[in-house]
C-alpha cells in the first residue's frame, strides 16, 4: 500500500491483521486507527514524516481507557524506517514475541529557528549531540538544538482532548505501559528516546533488546521494571530511568553506554526514587558532561 498524501492504511476505530504481509509507504503514517491488533504477520513501514504505527483515542475520551489507543503485537515480524515515531500508542504498547526493528530519524534546528516550528526553550538542548541543559544554563543559545519532531521509537502518551473552550488538556492517571516481553527480538535506533512513556511505566521481561539513541534509551515517569532480560544501550543520554528502577532475574544481563547516568532512578513526579538491583549481570559505562 502505497500513499503519496496521507496515511497507507487508515481505520476509524479497529485495526487487525492476521497472518499476512503488508508493505505500506506513507507521506504521513503507515498504520493508524483508535486500536491496532496485528498477530502472525509481518508488516514493513517506510513513512516520511508521520508514524510507522499510532494507535489514538478519538477527542471525545476525557478519561484513560484501555479499550482504545492501544498497539497490541503478538509473533510479528515488524520494519518501520520513518522520520516519526516508530510505534505511539495513546495509553499502552504491548509486544509479545516475534522480531521488531525500529529506525526513526530526526531533523536539528537552532535556536533562532524556535519561532518558525513553534518550540519551546524546554525543548532545546545543547549542540549537535543533543545533550541535556538546565533551563538557567550558561550555555548560549546559539548552541542550543532542537528536534522539529518527536522521533521516538517506542512512544506511550497521555490521552489528549480539548474542552468546550478549545483548551488542551492531558489525562495523566491511568494505566499508561510499554510492555516487551514473550521472547521478543527488539532493535531501535533513534534520535529521539528509544522507549518512552508519560505518567506511566515500561516493563521488559524475557526480551533480547538492543537500543542506539541520542536522547534516553528506556525512560518511564513511574516504574521501570526488568526481569530476564537481555539488554545493550549501545549509545544514549540516560540509559535506564525510571522513578523506581528494578532489575531482577539471573538471566538478566544489561550493558549501558551513556553521555550521562548509566542508570537513573528519578523523575518529575514523587519523592521517593529507588534503584533495586535482586539479580543478574549490570555493566554501565556513564560518561556524564
Known amino acids: 500500500v502505497e500513499s503519496k498524501q496521507k496515511n497507507a492504511i487508515k481505520a476509524g476505530k479497529s485495526l487487525t491483521i492476521t497472518q499476512t504481509t503488508i508493505n505500506a509507504t506513507a507521506l504521513n503514517h503507515g498504520l493508524t486507527s483508535e486500536k491496532i491488533i496485528a498477530e502472525g504477520c509481518t508488516i514493513n513501514c517506510n513513512v516520511t514524516s508521520g508514524d510507522g504505527i499510532q494507535a489514538e483515542c478519538d477527542d471525545k475520551v476525557t478519561e484513560f481507557t484501555s479499550d482504545r489507543g492501544y498497539v497490541y503485537l503478538k509473533n510479528v515480524n515488524l520494519t518501520v524506517n520513518g522520520k516519526g515515531d516508530g510505534i505511539q500508542a495513546d495509553t499502552y504498547i504491548d509486544i509479545l514475541g516475534g522480531t521488531?526493528?525500529?529506525?526513526?530519524?530526526?531533523?536539528?534546528?537552532?535556536?533562532?529557528?524556535?519561532d518558525t516550528y513553534e518550540l519551546?526553550?524546554?525543548?532545546?538542548?545543547?549542540?549537535?549531540?543533543?545533550?541535556?541543559?538546565?533551563?538557567?544554563?550558561?550555555?548560549?543559545?546559539?548552541?542550543?538544538?532542537?528536534?522539529?519532531?518527536?522521533?521516538?521509537?517506542?512512544?506511550?502518551?497521555p490521552i489528549k482532548y480539548e474542552d468546550s473552550d478549545n483548551v488542551e488538556h492531558e489525562v495523566t492517571t491511568g494505566d499508561y505501559l510499554i510492555s516487551l516481553r514473550g521472547l521478543a527480538s527488539i532493535t531501535l535506533s533513534s534520535t529521539d528516546d528509544a522507549i518512552h512513556t508519560n505518567y506511566g511505566k515500561v516493563s521488559i521481561e524475557s526480551v533480547n533488546l538492543t537500543i542506539t539513541t541520542s536522547d534516553d534509551g528506556i525512560h518511564a515517569d513511574y516504574d521501570t521494571t526488568i526481569n530476564n532480560a537481555s539488554i545493550v544501550v549501545n549509545d544514549s543520554y540516560e540509559g535506564i530511568e525510571g522513578q523506581?528502577?528494578?532489575?531482577?532475574?539471573?538471566?538478566?544481563?544489561?550493558?549501558?553506554?551513556?553521555?550521562?547516568?548509566?542508570?537513573?532512578?528519578?523523575?518529575?513526579?514523587?519523592?521517593?526514587?529507588?534503584?533495586?538491583?535482586?539479580?543478574?549481570?549490570?555493566?554501565?559505562?556513564?560518561?556524564?558532561?
Not at 100 to 114: A, D, E, L, M, R
Not at 124 to 132: A, I, T
Open 120 to 157: 519551546t526553550d524546554d525543548d532545546y538542548k545543547w549542540n549537535s549531540q543533543y545533550k541535556r541543559i538546565a533551563s538557567d544554563s550558561n550555555v548560549s543559545y546559539s548552541s542550543r538544538y532542537a528536534l522539529t519532531s518527536s522521533v521516538k521509537a517506542l512512544k506511550a502518551v
Open 100 to 114: 521488531i526493528n525500529i529506525s526513526t530519524t530526526g531533523t536539528f534546528v537552532p535556536y533562532s529557528q524556535k
Open 244 to 289: 523506581n528502577v528494578t532489575i531482577s532475574g539471573e538471566n538478566t544481563n544489561i550493558v549501558v553506554n551513556s553521555q550521562d547516568d548509566g542508570i537513573n532512578a528519578a523523575s518529575d513526579f514523587g519523592s521517593a526514587f529507588v534503584c533495586t538491583i535482586n539479580a543478574g549481570y549490570v555493566r554501565c559505562k556513564a560518561g556524564g558532561i
